[in-house]
């Protein structure tokens, strides 16, 4: 690799960090949704094997959720946009869910990763689309705490399998359960902490002796990547956590899901290929 092509990747990863810390501090989804499919693509561009392009963009990016998380939620705490009960309550959960699905990863192939990944982005995309979430009033919890249990848990372990900060989960739920979209927003984005860190470990343990992974990896987790990532998701959470308090709650769910969307096809068309669908 020539010096034109490594300022092109390092180029692109900045980029992304930029972006993806600016999605994070605007939808609260920990940025992973733009993460994954970027650090992906420069995973293919390395010529990393296939086996491992969807495991290590999955596992770089909860690394820099893990960090992100915590910038996007200092500039929510600073407009009273989190929830600290439902943190308090969610956080075990949303760990140990986290923890399972880091722990299982290394036995899913790339093209389950990538199916995955696929599908749950275009019918997240469609929701936000389409089906307008209703907001309850506020201060009402429709959802029991045992639900609400279940319900975290699971978005943890989810969460961990496709790389992305819970976000795309909980924001939708805290809404219905009570919260305006703003202060959803602003404590899905602290729980992404709590789900990036414990995953990111368990990535790194996961993929730990593999072959062929790229240069500067713990396990699953490009450390390279992560370290040109993190000073751009710093300035891109704050950045995202400001426009999201002057967008009204049908802009932000129009821009999440279009954002959704763009993604999705992207994915579907690696899963294709991958498949040999296509050429």
Do not use: C
Request: hydrophobic share 60%.
């Amino acid at each position: 690799m020539d010096y034109a092509e490594l300022a092109v990747l390092v180029g692109a990863l900045l980029a992304g960090g930029l972006l993806s810390g600016f999605m994070a501090g605007l939808l609260g989804v920990g940025g992973g949704i733009t993460m994954v499919p970027i650090l992906f693509q420069i995973f293919i561009i390395l010529g990393v094997p296939e086996a491992l392009q969807m495991h290590m963009a999955v596992g770089t990016s909860l690394a820099v959720i893990a960090f992100t998380s915590t910038q996007s939620a200092r500039a929510h705490a600073k407009r009273d946009a989190i929830d600290l009960a439902i943190l308090k309550f969610w956080s075990p959960f949303i760990m140990v869910g986290a923890v399972a699905g880091a722990l299982i990863i290394r036995g899913i192939p790339a093209v389950g990763l990538k199916g995955m990944f696929a599908i749950l982005v275009f019918v997240l995309a469609l929701r936000f689309i389409f089906l307008p979430q209703q907001e309850r009033p506020q201060g009402s919890e429709p959802f029991g705490r045992t639900f609400q249990a279940l319900v975290s848990t699971a978005i943890g372990f989810l969460s961990a399998l496709v790389g992305i900060g819970g976000g795309t989960f909980s924001v939708p739920f805290l809404s219905a359960n009570g919260l305006n979209i703003h202060r959803a927003v602003g404590t899905s984005a602290a729980l992404g902490f709590f789900i990036a860190l414990p995953a990111a470990a368990g990535f790194m343990w996961a993929g730990a002796g593999l072959p062929d992974r790229p240069v500067g990896s713990i396990g699953y987790v490009s450390v390279i990547a992560f370290l040109i990532m993190i000073p751009a998701t710093s300035l891109g959470a704050p950045w995202g956590a400001a426009s999201a308090h002057r967008l009204s709650r049908r802009t932000l769910e129009l821009i999440f899901g279009g954002f959704l969307l763009l993604v999705s096809i992207r994915m579907i068309w690696a899963l294709a290929a991958s498949l040999h669908w296509i050429g």
